[in-house]
């Protein structure tokens, strides 16, 4: 799936003839691309734009502007793949595992629904489902007939991944997935994820604002700071070696799980700036130690700061010797 | 080692006189449409005067509910609170309302993890504050305005005459945690309960909360309980950590001894399932099954069930915290039988 310059504005106030005066810019002209058989790691605080991103990957939303391919398909417009067609190759969990869930359907029912809508026979779709909840670890004979508010939040969310993978998708968007669940449970689910994906071919989305969950489950990460991409990589390199002032606070913020190892000083000060008209230029400048004039003049791109390595994408002035940032200094790997 | 025993050896305490706080065979229950939830079953501790208790636990184990117990505030009619608080000298059990109006606020505060729910919406926070000390220490208003300043200066939230003008409604989130925390602390309270202050935040947000919390407890040389769900933040903030499950205490100890080197199995479990450092690539060792039903527990070990150490008298009951090492408690029949952990 390639994704370029995606965006996507909710207007919040607009004057008489309904023009737009102010928007919350959730999502900025990004662009990436998640490759087959990868899990790229979504991360950033609130107001980041790390929902409006899978959101508008899964065309729950329509963008503003800008143009996601899956597959070498265009997704929406007049000539591009439906979004029924869509929901065959890419599909997604959502954080709330009971509002995802119709409460008066068995979930079996819910698990077979997608198979059913999309033309399967009912005994085939049931069959599906059976088999579903097995592989998810819930008992068919014990669960299939049993409705959501029966489960636990873990077995609703094992529920909701099999009902996800019932269409036999190729890309999962895992939304903030196992945010709700408590720790012995978040790890049993990760686990099953991790099964499930080698089984099944699948390539995961994986959002979350956990820097912990994210490093232990992504292939490449990708950074987020109110509605711009600030910083993408691999995930060794992105935890061993950040370059974006923002990432290096992110993770320097994490706290210690070592209680002789205590942080000393919190990385940077305030809270994340409201994403209702965001600063021009670079939006981490507000609260960035290293800003300067040019970060205020001038939006830093993907590939301003020049690739470090494979695919590390930094967008910071300092990463750009030709930027005129007084701290920027020359990557070994620019040109 | 029994309960008698615990008592005079109660850890962290060692050295102070007298605790601050010490809690007694504490049980919570509720009666619910579907039976009696026994939220809390028999929780024994001491706090040191400028002590800080982490209490760590999943979802229903007990960790807030013990908590508003202490501060008083748990609905009643439909709860029974049984055993003993004794907070400086006081039952706060069997202490008339009254009174413990007079003790809350200047004595003992809390602060909540949505500080929306904890401020009140019409008054700006300048306001609250300002009422706050007024009504406690008899102050006129303009000496307590003052002194609101000096709070919002001293949580770090700038420009605070401006702010004292604000409603709660037009901070973020984590400027409203620390108005919250202002006026918690505008009486300079001698024990300060905190429920997960900062599990809404931002991870950098977060940090700053941690740290100034740490920096205002040092300063004011108050006791605190933090109760969160998060490894991480219990070690940043922790003295001492306790670990509940099933409404009890599995483990009681210095931070260090608790979190690095657990010595009961759920504890244990509950650091191999939770993911971090460079974990990648790794089969996380999870605990099997899910936590007990509280308006059915078993007789014995709450975690007995999903234990991979379980035998059959861990079901029988008589299950009670001994000693470990030095002030450090776990609640395991096999630790006491065997006299060693299985994870040394």
Same mark, same amino acid.
């Given at each position: ?83 029924? /067609? $869509? ?13 995802? *869930? %119709?409460?008066?359907?068995? =979930? +079996? ?85 991790? /099964? $499930? ?13 956990? *820097? %912990?969950?994210?490093?232990? =489950? +992504? ?117 | ?344």
């Amino acid at each position: 799936m390639t994704v370029a310059d995606l965006r996507k504005h909710f207007p919040i106030k607009r004057n008489l003839l309904g023009r737009t005066l102010s928007a919350v810019q959730a999502v900025d002209d990004i662009s990436f691309q998640v490759i087959k058989g990868e899990t790229l790691g979504i991360v950033g605080e609130s107001g980041c734009g790390k929902s409006t991103t899978a959101r508008l990957l899964m065309r729950l939303i329509e963008p503003d502007a800008g143009v996601v391919t899956f597959d070498g398909n265009t997704v929406g417009g007049a000539h591009g793949v439906g979004v029924r /067609d $869509l929901y065959r190759d890419v599909q997604m969990v959502f954080q709330d595992s009971y509002a995802s *869930l %119709n409460p008066r359907m068995p =979930i +079996s029912m819910s698990i077979a629904y997608g198979p059913l809508s999309q033309g399967m026979n009912r005994k085939a779709a049931m069959a599906v489902a059976v088999k579903l909840l097995e592989q998810v670890g819930l008992n068919p004979v014990l669960y299939a007939n049993r409705y959501p508010h029966e489960l636990s939040g873990g077995q609703k969310q094992r529920v909701n991944i099999a009902r996800a993978l019932a269409l036999r998708p190729r890309l999962v968007i895992l939304d903030e997935a196992v945010s709700a669940l408590d720790k012995s449970i978040e790890a049993q689910i990760l686990n099953l994820l991790i /099964d $499930l994906k080698q089984e099944y071919d699948l390539t995961y989305v994986f959002i979350s604002h956990d *820097l %912990n969950v994210i490093r232990f =489950i +992504s292939d490449r990460v990708m950074v987020m700071y109110l509605g711009h991409i600030v910083e993408v990589g691999r995930v060794e390199d992105i935890y061993a070696r950040p370059e974006h002032p923002y990432t290096k606070a992110l993770l320097a913020a994490m706290p210690s799980m070592d209680p002789r190892k205590r942080t000393e000083t919190a990385p940077i000060t305030g809270d994340p700036p409201n994403p209702i008209d965001p600063p021009p230029g670079c939006r981490f400048r507000t609260r960035c130690p290293h800003a300067a004039q040019i970060c205020e003049d001038r939006t830093p791109s993907l590939n301003d700061g020049a690739a470090t390595g494979e695919g590390h994408l930094v967008a910071c002035h300092m990463r750009d010797r030709r930027s005129g940032h007084p701290e920027a200094r020359s990557s070994g790997a620019s040109q | 080692m029994n309960r008698q025993t615990l008592q005079a050896d109660a850890p962290l305490s060692a050295t102070a006189a007298t605790p601050l706080l010490s809690v007694k065979d504490l049980a919570v229950r509720f009666a619910t449409r579907e039976g009696v939830v026994e939220a809390v079953n028999g929780v024994n501790f001491n706090l040191a005067r400028g002590e800080v208790l982490g209490i760590l636990g999943e979802s229903g184990s007990g960790k807030s509910v013990s908590l508003r117990a202490i501060m008083g505030i748990l609905p009643r009619g439909r709860t029974t609170v049984t055993g003993s608080i004794n907070f400086d000298g006081h039952e706060l059990l069997s202490m008339p309302e009254k009174e413990l109006d007079r003790l809350r606020g200047p004595e003992i505060a809390m602060i909540f993890q949505e500080p929306m729910t904890a401020l009140d919406p019409v008054f700006t926070v300048g306001e609250q504050i300002a009422e706050t000390i007024v009504r406690h220490e008899g102050v006129d208003w303009s000496t307590a305005n003052a002194r609101a300043k000096n709070f919002l200066e001293m949580v770090r939230i700038p420009s605070p005459e401006r702010r004292l003008q604000a409603y709660p409604h037009e901070m973020s989130g984590g400027m409203r945690q620390r108005a919250m925390i202002a006026l918690a602390l505008s009486c300079k309270p001698k024990l300060l309960l905190a429920d997960e202050p900062t599990t809404a935040l931002d991870v950098t947000v977060q940090i700053q909360i941690i740290l100034l919390l740490r920096e205002l407890q040092r300063e004011l040389g108050m006791a605190v309980i933090f109760v969160t769900h998060d490894v991480g933040v219990a070690s940043e903030i922790s003295d001492a950590v306790a670990v509940m499950y099933g409404g009890r205490y599995m483990e009681h100890g210095p931070a260090e001894n608790v979190l690095l080197a657990p010595n009961h199995p759920y504890t244990h479990g509950l650091m191999n399932s939770t993911v971090h450092g460079s974990m990648r690539g790794q089969r996380l060792d999870t605990i099997p099954g899910l936590p007990p039903d509280l308006a059915n527990l078993p007789k014995g070990c709450p975690f007995a069930a999903r234990c991979g150490h379980a035998i059959p008298e861990c079901e029988q009951g008589g299950i009670a915290l001994s000693a470990v090492g030095k002030n450090h408690f776990s609640a395991c029949l096999r630790v006491e039988k065997e006299g060693r952990s299985f994870f040394a």
